[in-house]
């Protein structure tokens, strides 16, 4: 009786929700719409144009239009719940998260929504936002009681419940994604302007969902997508490199070695000004946690309609787009021996269907063209490769710091699977220190421009000291690594 008055009803709030988004077609809500990026037979064409979250040269992975910040009415409820659920609300007041009261209110309150009919893309991705945050906060929420009072996670809740699950699943498969939180939703689909008519900012942006409400939430979910208002450079600039590597174009190659390292190092400034230190980080990070190998899930998590478990990776600040296209066009994912993060844990897998499919075009491309060894057979072009990779080294470092700071080192010690985790994520950034320091080592400085000779220099220092630091910890476990600051040149 219910799924039948819902299906009726779900038909009229949609006619009467659209009509309120009005505001949501205003010139300023869409970014730009998305193109195919289209360069020879090293092209690539989104497989799903029609989706909010593309990849083009406007948007980089920004979605091609704001975010949906508001369900329809008919969801209202969901709305409502998601709104009260942060630790510490907008308002000054304590939310349901505080006191572990959004398990029973999900229990009792949550309607079970009937999603069957939802086929508008933007509402889709919404819906998939909200439920995927509502799902990892009902099932991390005992964790997150239990870190708050002793540092530790204790278990989660094992079993979703079917008026989380069934919709979940449904908008996923739709979507064509997996039916967990994942990065991009978290960060890049996840943030609303404050003044329609303004472009975005740091000043301009807050998020729409939150758990725990502090600064370093807001700040790690706006800072992303400030900074991704560069990935549209970075992504021309990478298929650029792979076009010119293609056709033999030295010159132009280099060029576009030298977009992508001012555009990282935009992104980088950005993330510098957000990401200072780990600070409260640990308030929020409970409810990233996925539920793969994590000690909080023994066994997965089961869906309540479902008979076997599922086991998704979490959100790691290592698992953006960005750290990945970067890994995939450079070649880094073979300096590890166990395979280098972000890539080769199969985080790439959990991404929207276009993030998915222009990564592997990438990564594809990369490896049939040689990119880094075409870059070692010229000194500029060693050079600026050089310069790339230092802010790549940038941006990992600042990753790394942050989740190893995220968690007290004796906890992270009692959790095999996060310090395993964490020793990998060790290992790859030294290795990209190190890789610089080889490339230096066997090119011809002497031939190169003052400036650029210069600039590479000063990379290699800032490398040389990554790595003896890292070099450290992985010897003596050093709970203090080299501060952040120190490499963000």
């Known amino acids: 009786m219910f799924a039948k008055n819902t299906a009726l009803s779900f038909k009229n709030a949609q006619q009467m929700a659209m009509r309120g988004f009005t505001k949501a077609h205003h ?6 719409n998305a193109k195919s990026i289209q360069t020879s037979s090293v092209g690539w064409t989104n497989p799903n144009p029609g989706s909010e979250l593309t990849v083009s040269t406007q948007n980089g992975f920004l979605p091609r239009r704001d975010p949906l910040p508001v369900l329809p009415s008919y969801f209202e409820k969901l709305d409502e719940i998601l709104h009260e659920m942060p630790v510490h609300k907008a308002d000054g007041t304590f939310g349901l ?17 009937d999603v069957e009919f939802v086929f508008d893309q933007r509402i889709l991705a919404a819906l998939y936002r909200d439920y995927s945050v509502l799902a990892s906060a009902y099932l ?19 079993i979703l419940p079917a008026n989380i699950a069934v919709p979940l699943d449904t908008i996923a498969r739709r979507l064509n994604q997996k039916p967990f939180l994942e990065h991009s939703t978290f960060t890049f689909y996840n943030y609303r302007r404050k003044d329609q008519d ?7 942006l807050e998020p729409i969902r939150k758990f725990s409400g502090c600064e370093k939430e807001h700040n790690f979910i706006v800072g992303h997508v400030a900074a991704a208002q560069h990935t549209g450079a970075i992504v021309s600039a990478a298929m650029d490199i792979l076009r010119h590597s293609q056709n033999g174009h030295r010159p132009e190659f280099n060029q576009a070695l030298r977009q992508y390292t001012n555009a990282m190092g935009s992104v980088n400034e950005i993330l510098a000004q957000t990401l200072k230190g780990c600070g409260d980080y640990a308030s929020f990070r409970t409810f990233l946690n996925g539920c793969k190998t994590q000690s909080m899930f023994s066994s997965g998590v089961l869906f ?4 076997a478990a599922h086991k998704y990776l979490g959100v790691a600040q290592s698992s953006s787009p960005i750290a990945s296209l970067s890994t995939h066009l450079f070649q880094l994912s073979s300096l590890s021996p166990r395979g280098s993060l972000p890539c080769a844990d199969g985080v790439d897998l959990l991404r929207a269907p276009n993030f998915r499919s222009f990564l592997s075009h990438v990564d594809g491309q990369a490896r049939s063209l040689a990119i880094q ?20 080294l940038t941006y990992r470092y600042r990753q790394w710091a942050n989740l190893r700071d995220s968690v007290p080192i ?8 996060f310090f395993e985790y964490l020793d990998i994520q060790t290992n790859h950034v030294r290795d990209i220190a190190e890789l610089i320091a080889r490339t230096h080592a066997n090119m011809d400085n002497e031939s190169l421009a003052s400036s650029l000779r210069t600039k590479t220099e000063a990379v290699v220092h800032h490398a040389e000291m990554v790595r003896r630091s890292l070099e450290r910890i992985l010897d003596t476990q050093e709970p203090s690594p080299l501060p952040v600051s120190m490499i963000a040149y």
Do not use: W
């Not at 209110?105 to 079970?112: A, F």
């Not at 303004?198 to 301009?204: A, G």
């Not at 309540?304 to 008979?307: A, I, L, P, R, V």
């Open 140 to 158: 991390l929420e005992p964790c997150d009681i239990q870190f708050r009072l002793a540092r530790n996670y204790g278990l989660a809740r094992r």
């Open 97 to 113: 998260l505080h006191t572990g009261r959004l398990g029973a209110c999900i229990e009792r309150e949550l309607p079970m929504y």
């Open 410 to 417: 004796q906890s992270a010690k009692d959790d095999a699977a």
């Open 373 to 392: 060894s075409y870059a070692l057979r010229s000194s500029e072009s060693s050079a600026e490769y050089i310069l790339s990779l230092g802010q790549i």
């Open 304 to 307: 309540e309609t479902h008979s």
């Open 27 to 32: 010139p300023a809500a869409a970014i730009t």
């Open 198 to 204: 303004q472009p975005i900012s740091l000043d301009n």
